[in-house]
C-alpha cells in the first residue's frame, strides 16, 4: 500500500505540472502566435516611478508611492476579467496566508489594473472581496489596488515585460499569468510565473527582491484566456483539465488494479 500511495503522489504531482504547462498549447489558435503574449523578463529594469496611478480612495499618486520600504509584489490584470484574474489573485494571497509572510513588514502588495476603463470603484470592490476571502492584518497601509490612464499602464507593462492584448470583438484581454517582485529601489527583481503558487517560492522571490537581487524566472506560459473554435468565445481551459485529470485518475487506478491482480496470479 505504500507504494501504491508513492505512486498516485507521483502521478498527482505529474498533474499538477500538466495543469500549468499544457493550458497555453491548447489555447494557441494556429498562427495566432500568442508565445509573444508571455513575460519577457526585465530584470534589473526600473519601475517608472513617477507614472500616475489611482487607489480606492481615489486619490492619484506617482506609482513610486505604492511600493513599500521592502520587497513589493505586482501582480498585472483587471478586476472586470471572466477568467484566471480573480483565481491568481485568491492562489497567490493563499500562499502567502500558508507562509506566515505579514504585510507591510514583509511585502507590500501592488494590483494594478490593465484596463484603463476600469474604475477605482470597481478596484475598491475587488479588494473587498480580497479582504473578505483573507482577512489580513496590515491590509490597510500593505495592499494597493489601482487604475491607471493608458499612458502609466503602457510604461509600467514595458518596463516589467508585460504583454497583453485586447479583443474587440469578446471584450476581453489576453495576457500572461504570473507575479513580478520589485526591490525597493523600485526595479525588477524576478518572477514567478503560471500558478499554483507555493508558499516557498513566493518567500525565496521576496527575499531575493528584499535584498536588491535579481533571480531568474520559469518559462512556463500560462494565458488568462481560452479561445474555443467551436462557440468563439474565449472561455478557461478547466473542462479540459478536468478531462485529463480523470483520464489520469482512471489510468492510476487500472494500473494499480492491474499490478494488485498481478501479484495475486503469483
Known amino acids: 500500500m505504500a507504494r501504491h500511495a508513492a505512486l498516485l503522489r507521483h502521478i498527482g504531482v505529474l498533474w499538477v505540472v500538466l495543469a500549468c504547462a499544457v493550458p497555453s498549447a491548447w489555447a494557441q489558435p494556429a498562427g495566432d502566435g500568442l508565445q509573444a503574449l508571455a513575460f519577457t523578463p526585465r530584470q534589473g529594469h526600473a519601475l517608472p516611478l513617477d507614472a500616475p496611478f489611482t487607489d480606492t480612495s ?94 502609466s499602464i503602457q510604461r509600467l507593462s514595458r518596463a516589467v515585460g508585460f504583454h497583453a492584448r485586447y479583443d474587440e470583438k469578446l471584450h476581453q484581454y489576453m495576457h500572461p499569468m504570473g507575479l513580478v517582485f520589485i526591490t525597493p529601489a523600485g526595479s525588477v527583481s524576478g518572477y514567478v510565473l503560471g500558478i499554483g503558487y507555493q508558499p516557498g517560492d513566493v518567500r525565496q522571490a521576496l527575499a531575493h527582491a528584499a535584498r536588491g537581487e535579481q533571480a531568474s524566472a520559469s518559462s512556463i506560459l500560462l494565458l488568462c484566456f481560452h479561445y474555443d473554435d467551436t462557440t468563439g468565445r474565449y472561455t478557461l481551459a478547466v473542462e479540459k483539465l478536468l478531462k485529463l485529470g480523470g483520464a489520469l485518475t482512471v489510468l492510476t487506478l487500472g494500473t494499480l488494479l492491474g499490478m494488485a491482480h498481478w501479484r495475486g496470479q503469483r
Open 58 to 151: 481615489g486619490q492619484t499618486r506617482p506609482l513610486g508611492a505604492f511600493l513599500g520600504h521592502g520587497a513589493t509584489i505586482l501582480s498585472m490584470g483587471y478586476y472586470a476579467c471572466p477568467n484566471m484574474c480573480e483565481l491568481e489573485r485568491r492562489d497567490m494571497l493563499d500562499a502567502l496566508a500558508r507562509g506566515g509572510l505579514t504585510t507591510p513588514a514583509d511585502y507590500t502588495l501592488l494590483v494594478v489594473s490593465i484596463d484603463p476603463a476600469e474604475t477605482r470603484g470597481m478596484a475598491r470592490q475587488a479588494l473587498a472581496e480580497d479582504l473578505a476571502r483573507f482577512p489580513t492584518p496590515g491590509a490597510g497601509q500593505g495592499w494597493h489596488f489601482v487604475t491607471g490612464a493608458p499612458a
